[in-house]
Nanobody, 117 residues
Framework: QVQLVESGGGLVQAGGSLRLSCAAS????????VSWYRQASGKEREFVAL????????TYADSVKGRFTGSRDNAKNTVYLQMNSLKPEDTAIYYC??????????WGQGTQVTVSS
C-alpha cells in the first residue's frame, strides 16, 4: 500500500519558480515509476513528466520540456518537480502518480499551482 502527499504549490508570478514534492509512505518508492500530471479548471488531466524507476530516464510533455525538471530522492521516498519560467497556462492542480510494474497505481491528492500574469 502506498500513500502519496504532494506539497510545494502556491501562487507565483509569471517567470517565477516552484518546486513540488511528492512524499510516499507504505513502500519503497524506488520500486515504482513516478509521474506528474496536472489538471486545469475545466480541462482533462494531462501528463507532465515521467520518472522511470531504476534506469534514470525522465520524459516530459512538450508543453513543459526545457522548463520543468523531475528528480527522485529514493532515500527520502520523495520525488520532485522543479518548475522554472512558469507561465499562466501552467496553472493547475498538480498530482503525482506511482505505478508498479504489476499495474497498480496510486495517486496523490494534488497541490494547487497558480501563475499570475
Amino acid at each position: 500500500q502506498v500513500q502519496l502527499v504532494e506539497s510545494g504549490g502556491g501562487l507565483v508570478q509569471a517567470g517565477g519558480s516552484l518546486r513540488l514534492s511528492c512524499a510516499a509512505s507504505g513502500r519503497t518508492f524506488s520500486t515504482y515509476d513516478v509521474s506528474w500530471y496536472r489538471q486545469a479548471s475545466g480541462k482533462e488531466r494531462e501528463f507532465v513528466a515521467l520518472l522511470r524507476r531504476g534506469i534514470g530516464m525522465t520524459t516530459y510533455a512538450d508543453s513543459v520540456k526545457g522548463r520543468f525538471t523531475g528528480s527522485r530522492d529514493n532515500a527520502k521516498n520523495t520525488v520532485y518537480l522543479q518548475m522554472n519560467s512558469l507561465k499562466p497556462e501552467d496553472t493547475a492542480i498538480y498530482y503525482c502518480r506511482a505505478a508498479s510494474n504489476g499495474g497498480v497505481a496510486y495517486w496523490g491528492q494534488g497541490t494547487q499551482v497558480t501563475v499570475s500574469s
